[in-house]
């Protein structure tokens, strides 16, 4: 297993049930069919599944992710969760109107945009949902030194390369959700709360692209594992309370498809 993999399986949340309320249309086939696309090492496949056993809802899952270590993570996980392919957004191997749902989280600012946006609507069925969803990095209501520690450090230190902003999810999703397919889009804030130690944070601030992209960086393992632990030494020393309350600032958007 590569560190992304072994990080976002250790230490990226899973998501809250409400995230998942009125994804599935009223009426719809027998067994609905759920698309999680880009799902990384499964966490969102299971938080999807957890709201539909909680909710008594019958559906079948499919999950897919271009990087097959992330797959096979996840399929090594929980085999029989979902139908688990390796595939990008831009080139979906499914069918035309294969899906009542699709669901997309933390992930839609990676796409190729203007070709993953054909690929998502050719794949949801008239009358489909589609949630798109992202959280920011979480902070620390109480603890603004700490807020202001990550992010001085994601903006100087663990920065990528002629990087540029990620831009808001309401911008990047704009073309899609103007599209004729697209009848109404809700936006709304979900509660994502979750209480984290030093040694979590850590582990969350690993698996973000821009501390791996750091990683990369330095010399060797030795270098790595050295920073590794000089971030969790700050981490600790701006949690005086060995544990703090973290909101993830999660939205979505909810789209009904014509």
């Known amino acids: 297993m590569n560190h992304e993999a072994r990080s976002y399986q250790q230490f990226r949340p899973v998501y809250p049930e409400g995230l998942f309320s009125d994804l599935l249309p009223r009426g719809g086939t027998p067994v609905p069919q759920i698309l ?40 090594a996980e929980a085999p029989e969760l979902a139908h688990w392919i390796v595939a990008p957004a831009e080139k979906l191997p499914y069918s035309d109107a294969q899906f009542d749902a ?61 990087q540029k902003p990620r831009g808001r999810l309401r911008d990047l999703t704009g073309s899609l959700l103007t599209h004729p397919r697209v009848r109404s889009a809700h936006w709304e804030r979900i509660p994502m709360e979750q209480t984290l130690t030093p040694a979590e944070l850590t582990g969350l601030l690993s698996s973000q692209a821009r501390f791996i992209a750091h990683q990369r960086t330095l010399d060797d393992d030795s270098a790595r594992a050295q920073h590794l632990e000089d971030t969790l ?26």
């Open 233 to 258: 030494v700050e981490a600790t020393r701006f949690m005086p309370e060995g544990a703090a309350k973290f909101d993830f600032r999660l939205t979505r958007v909810l789209a009904h498809l014509h």
């Open 36 to 75: 999680d696309l880009a799902c990384g090492t499964g966490q969102s496949t299971a938080s999807i599944a957890t709201h539909l056993a909680h909710a008594k809802l019958g559906a079948s899952l499919s999950a897919c992710d271009p990087d097959p270590e992330m797959i096979a993570t996840a399929q």
């Open 102 to 162: 699709v669901v997309i989280l933390s992930a839609y600012h990676w796409f190729d945009r203007s070709r993953a946006d054909s690929e998502i609507l050719r794949v949801l069925k008239p009358g489909g949902r589609l949630l798109i969803a992202e959280y920011q990095f979480p902070v620390a209501p109480a603890l603004p030194e700490l807020n202001a520690w990550v992010r001085r450090s994601f903006n100087t230190t663990w920065k990528f390369p002629d």
